[in-house]
C-alpha cells in the first residue's frame, strides 16, 4: 500500500508533533510504521527569522508551503500547531482532526530570576508573540521586551548567552521536547491568558478526501475540537493574525463550554475581556459572538493600535 504523507515543518517540536500524530494513527489502525512518511518542508516562517511575523506576513508563513502540497495531492494530511494557523485556509482544504489538548499555559524561563514578577526592573525579555509582549507589559510595564525569534532551542541558547533576562514558550511544546527542566515559572491562564489554539495539534487534509477522513476519525479529540473552533472563531471575527495580541481559552464541561477572551493594544497598557458559555454544539457561534462583542466594546480607534 503506498504511504500516507504527513507534512510537517522541520523544527524538533514540529517533528515531535508529526510522530505523535503517526504513532496515534499506528495505534488507532493497527498499521506498520512504513505505511506513514513523514515529510519534511521548509516555510518561510522558519527561514526568515531576523524579522517580527508582523513584517513579513503573519501566521500563513508556516503553513503556506505545506499547503500547496497538499493542495495538489503530494502530501496526504499535515500536521501543526494550532496556534499557527491563520483563520482562513485555503480552499479545499480544512482542520480535520485535533490531537487531544496539553496543557495550555506559558512557562516562564528566568536567568536572573525565577518568576516574572520577581525580575528587576528595566529587566530584558525576549518573546515573538505580540500577544506575550503585550501581555509583559500589562503586568510589567518597566520591563523592556524585545522580539526573540527561532526555534526552541535557539531561543534558550540565547537567553543562556545572557540576550536577554527571561523568555517564554508554550508548556505544551516544552513537554512534547522532553525539556520542562528549563521552566522556573508556569504562568496562570487567568492573569496570563494563552493564545487561541495553544496546546492543541491540529491535523489538515482536503476537505473532499474521505478515505484521510476516516483515517483520522479515531484520533479526534471532540472536546478539543470543540474548543478550537470556539477560540478560532473568536480569532475570525477579530481578523486575528500575527499582528494583533489576542488571548482566548475555551474549556469544556459535559455538554457545556465556557470562554475567556482578551485583546490588548501591543504596549499592554489598554485591554478588554469577555466570558461567555454555552453549548458545546455551538462552540463556533459562541466564539464569533465574543469577538463581535468585544470589537464593539473596543471601538474602533483601539484596531488603530494594531495597524
Known sequence: ?????IGTRGSPLALAQASETRARLMAAHDLPEEAFEIVVLSTKGD?????????????????EEIEEQLSDGRLDLAVHSSKDMPTVLPDGLGLVAFLEREDVRDAFIGRSAPRLEDLPQNAVVGSASLRRQAL???????????????QVETRLRK???GQVDATLLAHAGLKRLGNTGVITEL?????????????????EARINDERTAELLAPINHPATQA????????????DGSCRTPIAGLATIAGDQLSFYGMILTPDGSVWHDIRTEGPV????????EAGAEV??????????SWV
Open 136 to 150: 509583559i507589559r500589562r503586568l510589567r510595564p518597566d520591563i523592556s521586551v524585545i522580539t526573540f525569534r527561532g
Open 47 to 63: 527561514r526568515v527569522t531576523d524579522r517580527p511575523l508582523s513584517e513579513i506576513g503573519g501566521k500563513g508563513l508556516f503553513t
Open 281 to 288: 454544539g455551538d462552540a463556533s457561534v459562541l466564539g464569533a
Open 227 to 238: 474548543a478550537l473552533l470556539c477560540e478560532r472563531g473568536f480569532l475570525g471575527a477579530l
Open 1 to 5: 500500500m503506498k504511504p500516507y504523507r
Open 159 to 161: 537567553l543562556g548567552e
Open 187 to 203: 504562568l496562570d491562564p487567568e492573569s496570563f491568558p494563552p493564545a487561541p489554539g495553544q496546546g492543541a495539534i491540529c491535523i
Open 295 to 304: 470589537r464593539v466594546r473596543a471601538g474602533s480607534s483601539f484596531f488603530d
